[in-house]
C-alpha cells in the first residue's frame, strides 16, 4: 500500500534561511507526488507537482522539490524563508488507480523574524 | 470567481442534529472531492464523483451521504451527527479522475457539541 511519511512535525527557520522540508513515500508503482500548502484559517493550495518528468520540480513561492527514487524521498525546500511561508505544508502521493490523494500528516513551518 | 466554494464557512450544531454542507466550482470539472481534516489536521478522503456518479466511498459511516445534483455541485449531507464528527471538511475538484491537480475550497469547520 501507499504511504507518505513527513520526517518532522514541525520546522523553524529564521526569516533569509534556507527551508527543507522531508517527506519519504512508499509505493509499489510510480506515483506522483505534490506538495500541497495550507495557511492558516485557509484552504489547501497547490506548491508543486511531480509527474514522471523532470527530477526537480519549480513551484510557487520559490519552492522546489526534488524527487530521488533510490531514497524514495520527495523533499521540498526553499533558499530563504519569508514570514509569509509560515503555514502548514503538506505532502501528498497520488493512490494506485491515480484517482485519489493520499496526504502525509503535514510539518508546521515557523518562521521567526 | 472563487473557483470551489463551500457554505457554510463554519458550523455549530448539537449531536443528534442533521446537517448539510454545499460545494460548488466553476472550473468546469468532472469530478469533485470530500476530504475530512481532523482535529491533528491530517486530511483524509471521504468521497468522490465524476460526473454525477460514486467512483470513491471510503470507509466513512453509513450517516454521511453525498448528493451530486450536477457536475458544479457536490453536497454532503450527515445525519445524527455525532461528537466525532467535528472536524474540517474540504471540498475539492479535478478536471477527471485521473487528473492529479485538485483545486480545494476553504473548507467549513464543523463543531458538534
Known amino acids: 500500500a501507499q504511504s507518505v511519511t513527513q520526517l518532522d512535525s514541525h520546522v523553524s527557520v529564521s526569516e533569509g534561511t534556507p527551508v527543507l522540508l522531508r517527506c519519504n513515500y512508499s509505493?509499489?508503482?510510480?506515483?506522483?507526488l505534490f506538495w500541497y500548502v495550507q495557511h492558516p484559517n485557509k484552504g489547501l493550495q497547490l506548491l508543486l507537482k511531480?509527474?514522471?518528468?523532470?527530477?526537480l520540480v519549480k513551484g510557487i513561492n520559490g519552492f522546489e522539490a526534488e524527487f530521488k527514487k533510490s531514497e524514495t524521498s520527495f523533499h521540498l525546500t526553499k533558499p530563504s524563508a519569508h514570514m509569509s511561508d509560515a503555514a502548514e505544508y503538506f505532502c501528498v502521493v497520488t493512490n494506485q488507480a491515480g484517482t485519489a490523494l493520499i496526504f502525509g500528516k503535514g510539518t508546521t513551518l515557523s518562521v521567526s523574524s | 470567481d472563487t473557483a470551489v466554494s463551500q457554505t457554510p464557512k463554519y458550523l455549530v450544531t448539537q449531536m443528534g442534529n442533521d446537517k448539510s454542507i454545499k460545494c460548488e466550482q466553476n472550473l468546469g470539472h468532472d469530478t469533485m472531492y470530500w476530504y475530512k481534516q481532523d482535529s491533528k489536521k491530517f486530511l483524509k478522503i471521504m468521497f468522490s464523483?465524476?460526473?454525477?456518479?460514486?467512483?470513491i466511498n471510503e470507509t466513512v459511516p453509513n450517516r454521511f451521504s453525498p448528493k451530486s445534483p450536477d457536475k458544479a455541485h457536490l453536497n454532503l449531507h450527515i445525519n445524527s451527527l455525532e461528537l466525532g464528527d467535528s472536524a474540517v471538511y474540504f471540498c475539492?475538484?479535478?478536471?477527471?479522475?485521473?487528473?492529479?491537480?485538485?483545486?480545494f475550497g476553504p473548507g467549513t469547520r464543523l463543531t458538534v457539541l
Open positions: 509505493s509499489s508503482y510510480s506515483p506522483s
Open positions: 475539492a475538484s479535478s478536471q477527471d479522475p485521473l487528473a492529479d491537480t485538485q483545486y
Open positions: 464523483y465524476n460526473n454525477k456518479e460514486l467512483i
Open positions: 511531480y509527474t514522471s518528468a523532470a527530477t
